[in-house]
């Protein structure tokens, strides 16, 4: 295998309050707020870990994801990222993104995070709608959404993306427009826009909400959706991913492009590739253990070695959410297996008009196949998965 392109992921584990849908490792900061002094102490320890598996590689991007990491304030966003300047070597153009939610940036100004080094900023809004934004759960309103935006783009953020979802309760065609052109209307670089989903082990999965839209509305949306983002400039990319030219999230695209990347945090997960070997590991999820284990001398994260056939599998998981594909050279180059082994893990996607290769080489899922994502993708779970 060649050298792959490297990332590192930040996990900023508080929110004010955690979300009936959300199924991310984020813990409520509760009344006394989040210890977060002795966690970033923690931080700057797993950072030093971590450089060692950087093998002298640059890393292309940083993304600091939660919880909501604007909880934490510029001076110590800045500490995090002068650690890793000091710890790795960073590409001069690399993109460090943060994420934010409404309401919640009053623990610094945008300004203060984009001095800090943070260079593209991710805001949660989930929707425009006050009724739908107190359905889901938030504590937010759409005129916080607006001035956040403004507040960052103010404070010098060129490179902003909106995050909103779809198929919410209730939720028209209409309604799921007017969120897009709202979202529009305030100038974003970048549109990240996904389907709730009722993930295990959250409250939403356990009381469902009324009136979900089915499938056929859910499509429609979609289908209308696309269309409007595309009218105003913002072309997809990945299944959920819509950016204005030149703006796609290159962090993301290293994920989906099965590159490598390192964790530090709790409950993140990292990649590492090393000669024919693809190795994963994570750190304790609960914040408390994380600081216990990053308090503790010596210790570091079990490494478990990716098989073959589970390398298909986080392979085409990531890759066919791609709207382009992905080459059938990327896939020899980054899973260190055979086009024949390709080959013979496609016949059964291949003769359900799922998935498609092309005569150059390029494997893409079918119009079928997009629609119907989830069954391609579960085309390729092993045994055990």
Known sequence: MSVLPLSLYVHLPWCVRKCPYCDFNSHSAGDRGAPKARYIRSLLTDLTKEATHADGRTL??????????????????????????????????????????????????????????????????????????????????????????????????????????????????????????????????????????????????????????????????????????????????????????????????????????????????????????????????????YMIHQETPDTAAKMTRLPAADRIFEFMLNALRLSDGFEESDFVERTGLSADDLMNATLSSREKGLIQRDSDGFWRPTDLGSRFLNDLQSEFIVDGH
């Open 60 to 289: 292309q991007s940083i993304f600091l994801g939660g919880g909501t990491p604007s909880l934490f304030s510029p001076a110590e966003i800045a500490e995090v990222l002068e650690a890793t300047r000091e710890n790795f070597a960073i590409a001069p153009d690399a993109e460090i993104t943060m994420e934010a939610n409404p309401g919640t940036v009053e623990c610094g100004s945008p300004k203060g995070y984009r001095e800090a080094g943070v260079t593209r900023l991710s805001i949660g809004a989930q929707s425009f709608n006050d009724a739908q934004l107190m359905a889901l759960g938030r504590i937010h309103s759409s005129a916080d959404i607006d001035r956040a935006v403004k507040e960052a783009q103010d404070g010098g953020f060129d490179n902003l993306n909106i995050d909103l979802m779809h198929g919410l309760p209730g939720q028209t065609v209409a309604l799921a427009l007017a969120d897009l052109r709202a979202a529009i209307a305030l100038k974003p670089t970048h549109i990240s826009w996904y389907q709730l989903t009722l993930e295990p082990n959250t409250v939403f999965f356990a009381r469902p909400p009324a009136n979900m839209p089915d499938d056929e509305l859910a499509w429609e949306i979609q289908v209308q959706g696309q269309a409007l983002l595309h009218e105003h400039g913002f072309l997809q990319y990945e299944i959920s991913a819509y950016a204005r030219e030149g703006r796609r999230c290159a962090h993301n695209l290293n994920y989906w492009n099965f590159g490598d990347y390192l964790a530090v945090g709790a409950g993140a997960h990292g990649k590492l590739t090393r000669s024919t070997e693809i190795l994963r590991y994570q750190k304790p999820a609960n914040p408390l253990q």
